[in-house]
């Protein structure tokens, strides 16, 4: 048995129907013998709003009470995800990244993770129900709420499967894993099947938006394997993983996406066969 931590970004829990089809698959990928951490974001443009509404009464406003307004939208998703788990007769229970064990440093807007002490959802997870986790935030010293800032909902993602041992950490988007430009864009892009934390990290650098920068050096440092996928589909995504990682231990993987990731590394200049 195999243990997925799956996280979903805000268009692919944007509304009801969203949330449903979320659901539907995290509880197939957990009938087919893994247990089950996500994370989510909040949904849809929650964020952008409450930044707004935010503005809207004061033009400069606390960074704490910021952080305080800013897990609220996480805290939406994650209980509206549980409940819709529960009405599809599987069990969930929904943390805060407080509540979860995220402790962080006390820089309101772009705080640092410092440790994961995720017992609350060891025990979710141990009694059979599906773990939810609230991204992109955690708690500090005082026990005040913290958001991570830019891409924070995935570098918890992370933070979290590396925490619990999981197998592999599943990032949920809009597109179909990593491309060689932004596929919305370039129609002629390619998806990459297999790339290197490093490569990956100089992608992140350059200005691509798949994958924050901090996300992906937690996961080199761990070894964690993440695998960059669409919510909207089933096919091949991108596993981001170490170039000697045999990614045959990988979990819940498409059809021959292992034998093809193994060809791309097999085929790279300089690599003998």
Do not use: W
């Not at 930044?51 to 406003?61: G, M, W």
């Not at 897990?71 to 994650?78: F, Q, Y």
């Not at 529960?86 to 772009?110: K, L, N, P, V």
């Not at 864009?185 to 920068?213: D, F, H, N, Q, W």
């Amino acid at each position: 048995m195999a243990l997925i931590v799956q996280k979903f970004g805000g268009s692919s829990v944007a509304d009801s129907d969203s949330i449903k089809r979320v659901a539907k698959r995290i509880i197939e990928t957990k009938h087919a013998g893994n247990d089950m951490a996500v994370v989510v974001s909040a949904m849809g443009d929650t964020t952008d709003d409450l930044i707004d509404q935010a503005l809207d009464v004061d033009s400069n406003p606390p960074a704490r009470e910021m952080d305080m307004l800013m897990t609220a939208g996480e805290r939406i998703s994650m209980s509206l995800l549980a409940m819709t788990i529960h009405a599809q007769g599987e069990s969930a229970h929904s943390f805060t990244g407080s509540q979860a064990g995220f402790m962080t440093d006390a820089r309101y807007g772009a705080a640092h993770i410092r440790n994961v002490k995720p017992y609350r959802v060891m025990d979710a997870l141990k009694h059979g129900e599906v773990g939810i986790v609230a991204g992109f935030q955690g708690v500090n010293a005082d026990g005040d709420a913290t958001t991570l800032g830019r891409g924070g909902s995935d570098t918890s993602a992370v933070a979290l499967a590396v925490a619990l041992h999981a197998d592999v950490c599943e990032i949920y988007t809009d597109v179909d894993g990593v491309f060689t430009a932004d596929p919305r864009i370039v129609p002629t892009a390619r998806r990459i099947s297999r790339i290197s934390y490093e490569e990956m990290m100089e992608m992140a650098a350059g200005g691509s938006k798949v994958l924050a920068l901090r996300c992906v050096e937690y996961a080199q440092r761990f070894r964690m394997p993440i695998h960059v996928r669409s919510s909207f589909s089933h096919r091949p995504g991108t596993l981001i993983v170490s170039q000697d990682m045999d990614v045959s231990d990988i979990p819940n993987l498409a059809p021959n996406q292992c034998q093809v990731a193994q060809a791309q590394l097999d085929n790279q200049p300089g690599r003998e066969g």
